[in-house]
């Protein structure tokens, strides 16, 4: 059975960081793209981040370049997202997702597989 396991989030103040961790079972994650989106109340679900398979592509979405790095360790079967600079407007539950795509591709419909997601809250 194919699971994704997002860890990592938490409470934080603004300007904080956090880092979040997503794990792959049953599966190996080196031939998946793999994506972080997130959703606030009220939102739709928005593509944060995504690496390709080699992570020779990724993409970044504006609100969120120069602040956020996602990295893979396809020996440790895990995708990170370090979160730096945070802003109350990061609140949201954040999820990992894997895709067979080419490239960076950081749309939701194209990742069948999801991770139950972690809350993220950035508040003084």
């Known amino acids: 059975q194919l699971q994704l396991v997002e860890s990592g989030g938490g409470l934080v103040q603004p300007g904080g960081s956090l880092r979040l961790s997503c794990a792959a079972s049953g599966f190996t994650l080196d031939r998946y793209t793999i994506g972080w989106f997130r959703q606030a109340p009220g939102k739709e679900r928005e593509g944060v981040s995504c690496?390709?398979?080699?992570?020779?592509?990724?993409y970044y979405s504006d609100s969120v370049k120069g602040r956020f790095t996602i990295s893979r360790d396809n020996a440790e079967n895990t995708v990170y997202l370090q979160m730096n600079s945070l802003k109350p407007e990061d609140t949201a539950v954040y999820y990992c997702?894997?895709?067979?795509?080419?490239?960076?591709?950081?749309?939701?419909?194209?990742?069948?597989?999801w991770g139950q997601g972690t809350q993220v809250t950035v508040s003084s």
């Open positions: 690496i390709s398979n080699s992570g020779g592509s990724i």
């Open positions: 997702a894997a895709g067979r795509l080419p490239g960076a591709l950081c749309l939701p419909v194209f990742y069948p597989t």
